[in-house]
């Protein structure tokens, strides 16, 4: 026989899981759209009242933009520009991460905080700014341009993010890496890092999205259609009459697969990097 304890935990429980359920139903819904948006024929698109289920499935509009648009180029110009941003936003983060959690400098604390600063102001802000100085190095309309610019914004955050997981390292490795004959650098690079992997991926995860989703520089420094990265691309299918919204929608499903994928496969990297040094 249940007590009255029983009972009631059983339904905050039950409460807790229904709750949690919605808010999943309510995060998932735009996902759901987008994706019976993209599978539908056009005429089933502004039916009313609206078709929840396509009656026909298609996958015309995926065909169309894959085949019939630059989609193709626009994912390989984000793929040569993230990649790139997040290979020079590890290697240096990581560097200047080891740096301040192994030495003791005048201004240590000032420069971790002028780290944290830099998040606070919009991006926006120094779109001009940025425009200019590409334009000066001659730069504009690069893969260049764009790399520079991203890493800019993503290494103040990923050295923040390293340094929190590289204090949870024990210095004691340091110094038996050092009676071992090995530089500190190639203390960084033979030990230290190595343990590293969970922080660096984390890292690697956040300046990935940051590139990936990345619109408003993409669109002002560059010009030609062979340079556009993915988000500019998938703003031009918006045509000025009208707007096919089952193409659209099916190049934003295309974008968001890689980080579906990603996401997928380190996620526990993810969870274990952005919650190292919390019990220390």
Known sequence: MMTTPDIRRRAFTGGKFTLLAAFCAAALFPVFWMLTTALRHQPELFSVPPKWIPDEVTLDSFRYVWTETALPQYVLNSLIVVSAATLVSILFSSLAAYGMSRYEFRGKGTFLTFLLVTQ????????????????????????AALVITYVSFTIPFCTWMMWGYMKSIPRELDEAAALDGCS???????????????????????????????????????????????????????????????????????????LVIIFVLFQRHLVSGLTAGALK
């Open 184 to 258: 500190p650098l190639g203390t960084f690079f033979r030990v230290v890092l190595p343990l590293s992997i969970p922080g660096v991926m984390a890292t690697a995860i956040f300046s990935f999205i940051t590139g990936w989703n990345e619109y408003i520089y993409a669109l002002v420094l560059t010009q030609s259609d062979t340079m556009k990265t993915l988000p500019v691309g998938i703003g031009l299918l918006a045509g000025q009459d009208r707007i096919q919204w089952n193409d659209l929608m099916a190049a934003a499903i295309i974008a968001v697969i890689p």
């Open 120 to 143: 606070m102001f919009p991006s926006i802000m120094l779109l001009i700014p940025y425009f200019q100085i590409i334009r000066t190095l001659g730069l504009y309309d690069t893969y």
